[in-house]
């Protein structure tokens, strides 16, 4: 029986089908919108070929002294060269203040034997030469991008040429004293 000073008038059975209609409709548009989002979110991660890309893991046992390798990271070239002896002295007599993009020896390498730069001309994104015996080292020893006359010296750093600056060093550590992880 109906309370007669209560002004509300007595819950009918029709509003209280209402709002239970309302609710489970909303959790239902929630859910149904969820499922309809997720495959394009997870679209978005990076798949599994692209982070088996991330990081490359180079084995230097077999690099002699002034020989150079070239391994992939990224899908792009990356340049490791055991340096001798003389290649790092002409590195790290160079006069800081004529260089383009001024960056000593030790900034760019953790080991002064090895030097490890992406292979990519700084200027138009060539692939500069002197990876291989034969191929022109350029003015400075390093690397000579023909496609522009930039020249790099054995450190990777441009000395002459429109490059504005140097071979990136891309990150890497030293796992052990043959193996270097790139990336």
Known sequence: MANPEDPTPPAQDGESRRDFLFLATGALA??????????????????????ALATTEVDLSEIEPGQSITVVWQG?????????????????????????DPQTDDQRTQKPEWLVVVGVCTHLGCIPKGQ????????????????????YDTSGRIRKGPAPTNLPVPAYKFTSDNVVLIG
Do not use: N, Y
């Open 30 to 51: 929630t859910v149904g919108g969820a499922a309809a989002i997720w495959p394009l979110i997870h679209q978005m991660s990076p798949a599994a070929d692209t982070l």
């Open 76 to 100: 792009k070239p990356v340049f490791i060269r055991r340096r001798t002896a003389k290649e790092i002295e002409q590195a790290r007599s160079v006069d800081q203040s004529s260089l383009p």
């Open 132 to 151: 291989s015996v034969t191929d022109t080292k350029g003015e400075f020893g390093g690397w000579f991008c023909p496609c522009h006359g930039s020249h």
